[in-house]
C-alpha cells in the first residue's frame, strides 16, 4: 500500500507560527496560580515522604534486631524506602516542570511546544499546566 502521507504535506502553515500567545492575562493568571497551588501540595507531598523516610531510617538505626524475624520486615521497609524513593523523584520531576512553567510565563514564551515551536494545545495546557509539549511531540517522546 504505497499511497503517500497526506499529513506532512500540509504541515508547514505560517499562521501556526505567527500566532504566539493565545492565552489572555486573565488565563495566564489563573493558570499560574494552579501551577503555584500544584508545587505547594507537591512541596507538602515531599515533606510527608521525607519525614516518612527519616522515621524508617531512624527505626533501622535503633533496633538491635533479631535476624530471623526482622529479614522480612527489613525487606518491606526496603521496599517502601524505594517506592518513595520513586514517588520523590516523580514529585521532584513535576516541581521542576512547573518552576520552569512559571519561567516560561514571565520569559512569554508559555504555550509554546519545546520541541516544533508550535502553541501547545490551550485544552491541554489548561488540563496539564506545567506540559512544554504539543500532543504530537508528548506522544512521540513517550514512544521512545
Ligand atoms: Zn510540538
Redo the contacts with the bound molecule.
Sequence with gaps: MATTKPSSASSRSSSARSSRLSFTKKELGDLRQTLSLEREQLERQLETIEENSFAASRSDLSGEVAFDDETADAGTATFERERDLSIENNVRDLMQKIDRAVGRMDAGTYGI?A??G?PIEKARVKALPYVD??I??AQAQARR
Excluded: F, G
Design positions: 511546544c520541541r516544533c508550535k509539549l504539543c504530537k511531540d
